[in-house]
């Protein structure tokens, strides 16, 4: 294979810095719970909840149901590499659901015994239905764009697992949140970043890439409203509109490594 070198459209270029505070927000909100003076067994309970509802009903659920629906079509080659790929990311996708379930034996001792139902009553929150909401409304407005802006946004930029990952060495139940978010990081970061790259081999018009910045940048401002209130609100209000208007320092995209990604995918 032939070395790729990275060269970003302007489209992409212009995509990224859109993005870029939004990313670092989302992380800001994620970072200002861990030593926040509201935390406590309750507030630890409810965000874990949360997530592992996110895992599942977002996360297993869905892919699922597309293997499922698939299945049945899988008399040819193409077909059956679809399902493959599909049977990966419900494998990984129930690997991180796990993890999450098992952070509950280190919070409380408890371990995890929710039903799907229970999970679904317990974990669900009105702020991440506005972002899965908002998803569908772009899909639906624009079939080719929107399902782009929702695997643009899917992880953010991994923030949970980037600011998770720092609370290693704090106490019992941090650490064990630490190794969980270091395991899925280790799966996740890579897939992001090729994800934000590949969105440049698609035959984007100036328009679609007008079109594809609104959808993220909607996307990611319902994904710092989710985030705060997932975790019991940490950043107030006056904040809260100065991030959702851009005014975080912007994460600086890697574009070095992913180059090292890109070529070792071609390999």
Not at 22 to 43: F, G, K, L, M
């Amino acid at each position: 294979m032939t070395h790729k070198e990275l060269n970003p459209s302007a489209g992409l270029l212009k995509l990224i810095e859109a993005n870029a505070p939004y990313w670092s927000a989302e992380a800001e909100v994620i970072r200002s719970y861990w030593d926040a003076p509201t935390r406590n067994i309750e507030t630890d309970i409810k965000w874990l909840t949360h997530q592992i509802y996110k895992e599942y009903w977002n996360g297993v659920h869905p892919y699922l149901t597309m293997f499922n629906e698939q299945l049945p079509q899988a008399s040819n080659n193409q077909q059956r590499l679809k399902l493959m790929e599909l049977s990966e990311i419900v494998h990984e996708e129930v690997e991180h659901f796990g993890m999450f379930a098992d952070l509950c034996i280190a919070l409380d001792g408890n371990d995890y015994q929710l039903s799907p139902d229970e999970l679904k009553a317990a974990g669900n929150w009105p702020e991440n239905d506005d972002l899965m909401n908002l998803r569908k409304q772009h899909i639906a407005q624009s079939p080719e764009i929107g399902p782009r802006a929702m695997r643009f946004t899917e992880g953010g930029y991994v923030a949970l697992f980037t600011e998770g990952m720092k609370l290693a060495g704090r106490n019992k139940f941090d650490n064990a949140v630490s190794e969980v978010c270091k395991r899925i990081y280790d799966d996740e970061f890579n897939h992001m970043l090729l994800g934000i790259i590949e969105t440049d081999d698609e035959q984007l018009s100036d328009t679609d890439w007008k079109t594809l910045e609104a959808f993220t940048v909607d996307q990611m401002k319902k994904r710092i409203i989710m985030r705060n209130a997932q975790f019991s609100k940490p950043v107030n209000e006056t904040r809260i509109n100065e991030l959702l208007n851009g005014q975080a320092k912007p994460v600086v995209f890697d574009f070095s490594y992913a180059a090292q990604l890109l070529n070792s995918e071609a390999a």
